[in-house]
Structures are given as C-alpha cells and as structure tokens.
C-alpha cells in the first residue's frame, strides 16, 4: 500500500526554504504515531531538511544522484525500487508527492488553517477520486496555535 502523509495550509503550502513554515505539535504527534513502526520515504531536500533518519522508522531517500553513507538511511533511485519495498509513507518533499499521488491507495492530510507564504506546495489532487474515511479536529491550545484537521482518504476502487 502507498500512503501520503502530509500536512499543508491554505492553498495547500508545505513548506518555505527548506522548513515548514508553522510549528504546530499536535500535528508532529500524529506524524509520530501514524508512521512509526513504518517504512517512511522521502526526497533528498526532505532528509537533508530533517538531519538524521527518524527513529523507530525503516528510513528510506529517493534519489537519482546521491548516494548516502548514512546509518539508518536506504538509498532508493527509482519508483520501481520503492514499490519493490511493499507498504510504504511517502513523507515529501513537493516532487516526492507529485511523483507517488497517482499511485497513492492512502492520503493522510492535516489541513492547517493558515495563511501562509510557501515554495513548496502538496500538489492538486482530485477529491473525487477518494473517499472519506476518518476526520478529527485537532488540538488548539497555546501550543498548537492554528485550528487544523486530520483526514484520512482512501482511493476509491472500480467495482
């Protein structure tokens, strides 16, 4: 199974300069719990933007050009090589998605209500094409500053 996990602002911003332009826990928590335990898969600008392989997570960076002598990090160079893999989170960064959403079973959005200026964006899907399967609103509290939601899509299958 294929799953975009991702969250994004109006006008579906992920990120700006190589950061996500907000700070919101609760989303981080979600991030967390859903994929922990998964294997995870991501762009060299995403991994390079994070640092370290995340922990408790089989950590994997699609690449063409570099090679990562990184403990923790799998190199993968082709979309082949990553459905090879099985189950799969697609974490970005805005190529990543754009590469894996028309193969995607599963979408894990965090909608944030925010404003926000951005140079990555998650990229227009068809809603139609899913269907519904969870939402719940998240945590607003002194932390968590933006009113935001979770949602879980699946793909919607000819019968």
């Known amino acids: 199974m294929i799953s975009l996990i991702a969250a994004y602002a109006h006008g579906r911003v992920i990120g700006k300069q190589g950061t996500i332009p907000w ?25 390079a933007s994070l640092g370290r392989p995340l ?66 964006f998650f990229p227009a899907w068809d809603q139609q094409s899913f269907t519904l399967r969870a939402s719940q609103e998240g945590l607003v509290d002194e932390k968590n500053p933006f009113p935001h939601t979770f949602f879980v899509y699946e793909r919607k299958r000819p019968s």
């Open 55 to 120: 922990p408790k997570r089989r950590n994997v960076v699609l690449t063409r050009r570099h090679t990562l002598e990184q403990p923790g990090i799998e190199v993968a160079h082709s979309i082949e090589d990553v459905l090879s893999l099985g189950d799969v989170f697609i974490i970005g960064g805005e190529e990543v998605y754009r590469q894996f959403l028309p193969l995607a079973d599963r979408l894990y959005i965090t909608e944030i209500e925010l404003d926000v200026e951005g140079d990555r």
């Open 23 to 47: 700070h919101l826990p609760d989303d981080m928590q979600y991030f967390k719990r859903t994929t922990s335990g998964h294997t995870i898969v991501m762009g060299y600008t995403t991994f």
